[in-house]
């Protein structure tokens, strides 16, 4: 029970004083852990940061340019060309992958740009560990998104693959927010959803600790009366 109360006590201060706040919310973890470490060794972390985010967005660069992108959105043309006598609503849907996939990496191109260029200048871009945060994270994002259109054939339709996607895309964002935490935007969205999943989980935890600290105490004043009775 004291390892219980214990338990409570730590998770309703992490939900409601050390994290529900604008000071706590708005703040990455990381940039607290580091203040109070040596200037030099704050130095080295953020060039290790910035390079992990630089590495990440050249691999996501690379799936681009390495012809992925531009094969997958190819052979989705040809599928598009081929459906032109079947049914109009797998020719629209087909259409609609094409265009949305081009405006997509168009998208992710410039935000993987803008990231690379951030990550490797970073004492001189504006909003550098931001910009490289979101280019890192479009990486991946972009890398899913590729995954996914490439494997459009084995979907007995786009629906499918599409809520696949979504899936995937959901738990590396919120593991991106709440690991890289860059940009902050993104991290405190996270922070935000993480707070609304474990307030249910907290209140069903307090609603039992007690009800059971009432059960024991039951239990022992029916003990008494039985000691005092006989």
């Known amino acids: 029970m004291e390892r219980m109360g214990k338990v409570l006590k730590d998770w309703q201060g992490i939900l409601?004083?050390?994290?529900?706040?604008?000071?706590?919310?708005?703040?990455?973890?990381?940039?607290?852990?580091?203040?109070?470490?040596?200037?030099?060794?704050?130095?080295?972390?953020?060039a290790n940061r910035f390079s992990g985010y630089q590495k990440i967005i050249l691999a996501g660069?690379?799936?681009?340019?390495?012809?992925?992108?531009?094969?997958?959105?190819?052979?989705l043309e040809k599928k598009l060309v081929s459906a032109e006598n079947l049914a109009d609503w797998v020719h629209y849907s087909l259409a609609h992958w094409v265009r949305n996939s081009f405006i997509y990496g168009a998208f992710a191109l410039v935000l993987m740009s803008?990231?690379?260029?951030?990550?490797?200048?970073?004492?001189?871009?504006?909003?550098?560990?931001?910009?490289?945060?979101?280019?890192?994270?479009?990486?991946?994002?972009?890398?899913?998104?590729?995954?996914?259109?490439?494997?459009?054939?084995?979907?007995?339709?786009?629906?499918?693959c599409f809520y696949s996607f979504l899936g995937a895309f959901?738990?590396?964002?919120?593991?991106?927010g709440f690991a890289a935490q860059d940009p902050l935007l993104l991290h405190i969205v996270v922070?935000?959803?993480?707070?609304?999943?474990?307030?249910?989980?907290?209140?069903?935890?307090?609603?039992?600790?007690?009800?059971?600290?009432?059960?024991?105490?039951?239990?022992?004043l029916v003990t008494v009366i039985i000691f005092i009775i006989y």
């Open 16 to 46: 409601f004083q050390d994290f529900f706040s604008l000071g706590t919310i708005t703040t990455k973890n990381y940039e607290t852990d580091e203040r109070q470490r040596p200037a030099e060794e704050r130095a080295t972390l953020e």
């Open 61 to 75: 660069l690379g799936t681009m340019f390495w012809g992925t992108a531009t094969n997958v959105i190819a052979h």
């Open 114 to 160: 803008l990231g690379l260029c951030a990550s490797t200048f970073p004492s001189s871009s504006p909003l550098a560990a931001g910009m490289a945060g979101l280019g890192g994270w479009q990486a991946f994002v972009f890398t899913l998104g590729t995954f996914h259109m490439a494997s459009l054939k084995y979907y007995s339709n786009t629906e499918e």
């Open 170 to 176: 959901a738990v590396i964002t919120v593991y991106w």
């Open 191 to 220: 922070k935000s959803i993480l707070w609304v999943i474990s307030l249910p989980f907290f209140v069903v935890f307090f609603v039992l600790y007690y009800l059971l600290h009432l059960i024991m105490w039951f239990l022992r």
